[in-house]
């Protein structure tokens, strides 16, 4: 066993969004002695390969689509060349690595150390670092937080490793011209829009007959909808039995695949990209040396105060796999810190993991908080929910033709005579910025009345939600 080298109070593995906050929080608020291990870049997957530089992509499809969209204002605008992938991948790099290095600063401010390698857990309270210039050190820790994240998934198809997982997407310096997404999750719904609007021939492969099967069946139902009426091509009850590189083609694949119209059709395609699932990082981790439990799917299994089965242990983010979003991990990391180092005042600190609002970049935008109809149904009654809809044409689109008018759909679901809302959910442009409000309200438990009371902003389509009748 290496000597011990170091000790600390808090040792934070994996330097993400949940872990950097976690790790700031206890150094900087609490004067902890901390230190961060991470094997790959500071910001963790929203930084380097999900959210930040995704809606930067989705800016600029949205930019596309407005292009599309401005002659019905009167503009003639001539594009002169097609888009730019490769500056704009560039640009985006730039902006992600000017990330990096204000991670890093953020981190020296508040006095957190971090170390650039590879951590084992040898016990619950010390852990071998194998760093990157070769050498290797040994950190004895009060506190350990786990906050490793998670990674995508690449099935077993014949092949499959032709493809690309949507960390590869971000290192696409070629626009694809025909791409195959698989999946039906949100990764695979946002990446096949913003492919689409930027050009490239998009074909969404599915298992089922929907995609974004845990949101509420009006979102699966007018999403679906708009992505075919904007061109899309899904593939409803799909499998691919085996990939191979196309014979002729340098830099094109056959997908060998069958669906709900074809059986055992191959597709020609110049780009593969796997939407099929994450996993938690946690190879390698030890986590069987220090006895910490995991679930059947891998993750490390954590109580709603980040506790895990080992005292002194914690694990929050996607690692956890409990709500796997950015905001969810800062929060539970902050709220985590608050109370192993705050005081007796934080010692029952802990995030509330009911009504999370969540966004969906697609085309049009996707939000959504609280329950889901059927789950309102089966947990209330049908004779205790009432349900609020409407479906409209947002006054944006007002002066374009019918074939280019997206419907906006917005639901509520209530519980009980006081009308309690439960759950939160729309569709139409503008949806991601209008959540944030409506979610406090309803995290405060708001009821319809309470709606009908707010005097509505016109003209807005969010006013739609103060008015259902």
Same mark, same amino acid.
């Given at each position: ?7 600390c109070?808090y ?17 900087g ?21 999900g ?27 001539? $594009?002169? +060349? ?22 890093e *600063?953020?981190l ?15 016990? *619950? ?10 050498n290797?050190? @040994? ?9 490793? !994240? ?22 696409? $310096? ?5 791409v ?18 930027? !050009?490239? $021939? ?6 089922h007959?929907?995609?974004?099967r ?6 699966q139902q007018?999403i679906? +909808? ?43 395609i ?26 059947q ?66 085309h049009?935008?996707v ?6 109809e ?18 409209? @044409? ?8 019918? $074939?280019?008018?997206?419907?906006? @759909? ?9 009308? *309690? ?25 708001a ?16 006013e739609?939600?103060?008015?259902? *009748?």
């Amino acid at each position: 066993m290496a000597p011990i080298s170091k000790e600390c109070d808090y040792l934070v593995i994996g330097a993400g969004s949940g872990g950097l906050a976690s790790a700031r929080r206890a150094s900087g608020q609490w004067g902890a002695k901390t230190i961060v291990i991470e094997s790959s870049k500071l910001g963790g997957t929203c930084v380097n390969v999900g959210c930040v530089p995704k809606k930067v992509t989705w800016n600029a499809a949205a930019i596309a689509e407005t292009i599309h969209e401005a002659k019905s204002y009167g503009f003639s605008i001539e $594009e002169t +060349a097609p888009f730019d992938w490769k500056t704009f991948v560039q640009k985006r790099t730039a902006y992600v690595r000017r990330l990096n290095g204000i991670y890093e *600063k953020n981190l020296e401010k508040d006095h957190v150390e971090w170390l650039y390698g590879r951590a084992h857990l040898l016990s *619950k309270n010390e852990v071998e670092v194998a760093l990157h210039d070769g050498n290797k050190q @040994t950190i004895r820790a009060k506190k350990i937080l786990l906050a490793t !994240g998670g990674h995508p998934d690449i099935p077993t198809t014949p092949g499959a490793d032709l493809g690309i997982t949507s960390d590869g997407f971000f290192e696409l $310096e070629e626009q694809p011209k025909r791409v195959a997404v698989v999946g039906a999750g949100y990764i695979a719904v946002e990446m096949s829009g913003m492919f689409h609007h930027l !050009g490239t $021939e998009t074909h969404l492969f599915i298992r089922h007959n929907d995609f974004l099967r845990v949101f509420d069946p009006m979102i699966q139902q007018q999403i679906m +909808a708009e992505y075919e009426r904007q061109g899309i091509i899904i593939h409803r009850g799909s499998s691919q039995s085996k990939v191979e590189k196309h014979p002729s083609k340098p830099g094109w694949l056959n997908l060998h695949y069958s669906d709900s119209k074809t059986k055992d059709g191959v597709m020609e395609i110049d780009s593969l990209l796997w939407a099929v699932g994450r996993s938690p990082e946690v190879e390698d981790l030890g986590l069987d040396k220090a006895g910490i439990k995991q679930n059947q799917r891998g993750h490390v299994i954590a109580d709603g105060y980040q506790n895990t089965n080992v005292e002194n242990i914690y694990a929050l983010g996607d690692v956890a796999g409990n709500v796997e979003l950015t905001p969810v991990a800062i929060a539970a990391g902050r709220q985590l810190a608050n109370r192993l180092f705050g005081g007796p005042e934080y010692k029952d600190a802990r995030l509330d993991y009911e009504n999370v609002p969540s966004v969906v970049f697609a085309h049009p935008e996707v939000g959504s908080i609280g329950m889901t109809e059927p789950a309102a149904r089966e947990k209330y009654g049908d004779n205790n929910i009432k349900i609020y809809y409407t479906s409209f @044409t947002a006054m944006y689109y007002a002066l374009m033709g019918p $074939e280019n008018k997206p419907p906006t @759909t917005y639901k509520l679901i209530c519980v009980g005579p006081e009308e *309690k809302i439960v759950g939160l959910h729309i569709v139409g442009s503008g949806s991601s910025e209008m959540l944030q409000g409506f979610a406090v309200a309803i995290k405060m438990g708001a009821r319809k009345k309470d709606f009908d009371s707010c005097v509505a902003i016109h003209p807005t389509s969010a006013e739609e939600l103060v008015t259902l *009748k």
